[in-house]
């Protein structure tokens, strides 16, 4: 879809928004849009962000409730506010107030995934050091009176599918660069929760002297090392795409070598790569390249590291 939107003359943030968009209305992997990833209380909220990199500009929505094109959403937030990040309900207010429709991103799906998980005692979660114990019962949970702060023994046992996002870099004819993120984030997440897609520099990135990166995966883990700013600069350096990428994985494999990643990157002239982190389940990365070389969108993929 972002390639067609491209073809056809629209701009770099059209085919973005558009290409993006494509993923939110087709609920890609349940980790996009509506009806998928449902919080602690059941509710699915989005999160969504764009980056012009002629201007620098970016749009993003975080916790948006009630309102399925998010990204479009955060298109909005560039075009019409001078802010970058709208979150909450208050998000889901400035997106009526822009003319889309409030309703309701609850699924039979998502429902039926939320049962699921209360019968599991709510397994797994994102809690830790409180009271009751997280690891084996539902909330709510408190702090407990005395404060002992052991490292929890149990690591969180995530699906490597139970979140992901669509992240997306686009490069002009004219080498202007864009890109944008769009997910209903971790599946159970604490709600209010906001992962690395709608964080400029983590989710994604984009400068149009420089190039385009793209991040999925543990986005609690991947916001801290703002891995797209620093893929975009190590390509600034000179360092190829696929090079960009894998030293980005690296930087966050010296703190949490378990972490579920990934991360695309392109520069100014075409040129592309990605780059993952090797773990059970996830050896390789799947992804998707458009260009006037190719007769039509190809998969590629990489090994992981």
Not at 271 to 296: D, E, M, R, W
Request: aromatic content about 8%; overall charge negative.
């Amino acid at each position: 879809t972002a390639w067609r939107v491209l073809q056809l003359g629209g701009s770099e943030l059209d085919a973005v928004e558009r290409g993006c968009g494509q993923c939110e209305i087709d609920q890609c992997d349940g980790s996009v849009g509506y009806g998928g990833s449902p919080d602690e209380s059941g509710e699915t909220t989005l999160d969504a962000m764009i980056m012009d990199g002629d201007t620098m500009e970016v749009g993003a929505v975080a916790d948006l409730r009630h309102v399925k094109n998010a990204i479009g959403v955060a298109r909005k937030v560039i075009e019409y506010t001078k802010h970058t990040l709208l979150v909450g309900e208050s998000a889901s207010l400035f997106a009526v107030r822009m003319g889309f429709p409030y309703e309701d991103l609850t699924t039979e799906k998502s429902f039926s995934v939320y049962s699921k998980w209360l019968n599991r005692s709510c397994q797994p979660n994102y809690w830790k050091n409180v009271v009751p114990d997280s690891s084996k019962s539902c909330g709510p949970y408190k702090r407990p009176e005395k404060a002992t702060y052991k490292e929890e023994q149990t690591s969180l046992q995530r699906s490597v599918h139970n979140h992901d996002t669509i992240g997306m870099v686009v490069i002009g004819g004219s080498g202007t660069v864009a890109s944008g993120t769009s997910t209903n984030g971790a599946a159970h997440k604490i709600p209010g929760r906001v992962g690395d897609s709608p964080i400029a520099g983590a989710g994604s990135y984009a400068d149009s002297t420089a190039g385009g990166a793209a991040a999925t995966g543990d986005g609690d883990v991947m916001m801290r090392f703002l891995p797209s700013y620093q893929a975009v600069e190590y390509m600034r350096m000179g360092t190829d795409p696929a090079v960009a990428c894998q030293k980005v994985i690296s930087r966050i494999q010296k703190y949490a070598p378990k972490f579920f990643g990934a991360i695309i990157c392109a520069n100014t002239t075409g040129s592309y790569g990605a780059a993952c982190n090797k773990i059970p389940g996830f050896t390789q990365f799947h992804f998707v390249v458009s260009n006037p070389s190719l007769s039509q969108p190809t998969e590629q993929v990489v090994d992981c590291i």
